[in-house]
């Protein structure tokens, strides 16, 4: 078993969703609630050693529900290892989740396109506001129900 997996299903067991193990990559679906707890979890275990945190990704389902999801992309350099982790927000046109920034300050910015792009709101975030859209630009162009023609 994967050291990261079965890390969450001891420290968190109620939170691990789906574990789902492709040709050697594993990715774990875990509750948002507890997102950064776990993220710290994966970062500072003896076994894990996620120290750096490569990608992370707004992600838009719809039609199906819940629509809105972020992607989390971790690798140990220490083990050689590396893990997607995922989670899905409660359905809602202004999700939330909690902001990594605090656990891999490389967090930071990936939050803040996701912001800019999909409209997911990270909640702690030292300086959300818009990255590559100008201030005042309306929607979010990500969505799969965003015009395709603009605003």
């Not at 894990?48 to 490569?54: A, V």
């Amino acid at each position: 078993m994967n050291k990261a997996v079965a890390l969450l299903q001891e420290k968190f067991p109620e939170e691990v969703v789906e574990v789902v193990e492709f040709r050697g990559d594993t990715a774990i679906e875990v509750k948002p609630d507890r997102l950064v707890s776990i993220c710290a979890a994966l970062k500072d275990g003896h076994d894990t050693g996620f120290k750096y945190l490569s990608m992370i990704a707004g992600m838009d389902y719809s039609p199906a529900s819940p629509r809105f999801g972020v992607v989390y992309n971790l690798y140990s350099h220490k083990h050689h290892d590396r893990i997607t982790l995922k989670t899905r927000l409660a359905d809602d046109l202004a999700p939330v989740i909690d902001s990594v920034a605090k656990v891999w300050s490389t967090a930071n910015w990936h939050e803040r396109e996701i912001y800019d792009m999909m409209g997911i709101r990270f909640n702690g975030h030292p300086d959300l506001r818009r990255i590559l859209m100008p201030a005042d630009w309306a929607g979010y162009p990500q969505r799969k129900d965003y015009p395709l023609r603009g605003q």
